[in-house]
């Protein structure tokens, strides 16, 4: 029997069908408000999340480039112990040359060497000034991720704090969403999804307030307001595409019903002062 009673999506009245999307709206507008609650949190703590893993990179960076700056003074000073060693074995040689060439080239090589040990030397500052430097950063880099690791505890703690408070009201709402979207025709539910997402409130579908549209405040004319009302059809703004219903529909007092009063009062002021 209850599958006989429960109608398809599809067989719907159009009035139906309004309803439904209007009540899946405001349901959606619910978990949009409980997520505003939450603010930037969220992004916040994204950001610090991304903020500590580019610090953590540039350590690792510079962990990396001390090891290569320290191996490159251990190879530059080997290489001035090699010089050295030639050094003073050509120094020896010299004590037995035979004749000025013999002299003069070991001169050379012994003055080459000791240009290449001077060039290592300075290489070698140069390297240790950088590792200082390197070190310094080092230092300021570990300090940075501590002071944001503290920052993302409590920025954690304040949202998981404000998560837990409307988790409950949340579920709830999504879960009644879900059973909305069950009654909304596939193509209707998309087209809806759709409009939500390209409007800047997140107001798919809206009623008419005053003559105009109750999203981009665009006044509406006449025969599509009657149109609305009929609720014989879809009807969509022409200027922002979303879709209205009238207020009726929407359960809110249509607006001007209180103007009628005043406009009685002053035609029978007329009628006296005639």
Do not use: W
Not at 54 to 70: F, Q, W
Not at 136 to 147: F, G, K, S, V
Not at 176 to 186: D, F, G, M, V
Not at 238 to 257: F, H, K, N, Q, W
């Amino acid at each position: 029997m209850a599958r006989e009673k429960a109608k398809s999506p599809t067989d719907l009245s159009v009035e139906e069908k309004l309803k439904n999307l209007y009540s899946l709206q405001v349901k959606l507008t619910e978990i949009d408000h409980i997520k505003t609650l939450r603010g930037e949190l969220p992004l916040e703590v994204q950001d610090l999340e991304d903020e500590i893993e580019g610090l953590t990179i540039r350590i690792e960076k510079i962990n990396s480039d001390i090891v290569a700056m320290k191996r490159e003074v251990n190879e530059r000073r080997g290489t001035i112990e090699v010089n050295n060693m030639n050094i003073e074995r050509f120094k020896s040689q010299m004590d037995a040359v035979r004749n000025n060439r013999e002299y003069d080239s070991l001169s050379k090589q012994i003055e080459y060497l000791e240009l290449d040990n001077q060039l290592n030397e300075k290489k070698i500052g140069e390297c240790n000034e950088r590792v200082e430097q390197k070190n310094e950063e080092l230092r300021n880099c570990h300090e940075n991720i501590q002071e944001r690791r503290t920052d993302l505890d409590i920025k954690k703690s304040e949202l998981d704090e404000i998560i837990a408070e409307t988790k409950a009201e949340e579920e709830k709402l999504r879960e009644e969403a879900k059973n909305l979207e069950c009654t909304i025709e596939p193509r209707l539910l998309s087209a809806f999804k759709r409009i939500r997402k390209n409007s800047r409130n997140g107001l798919g579908v809206v009623y008419v307030q005053r003559d105009a549209c109750g999203g981009c405040f665009n006044k509406i004319p006449p025969q599509r307001q009657l149109d609305v009302r009929m609720r014989k059809k879809v009807i969509v703004c022409e200027y922002c595409g979303r879709i209205m219903v009238d207020a009726e529909l929407a359960g809110v007092t249509p607006s001007g019903v209180a103007e009628e009063k005043p406009k009685r009062r002053r035609s029978i002021r007329k009628k006296d002062a005639e």
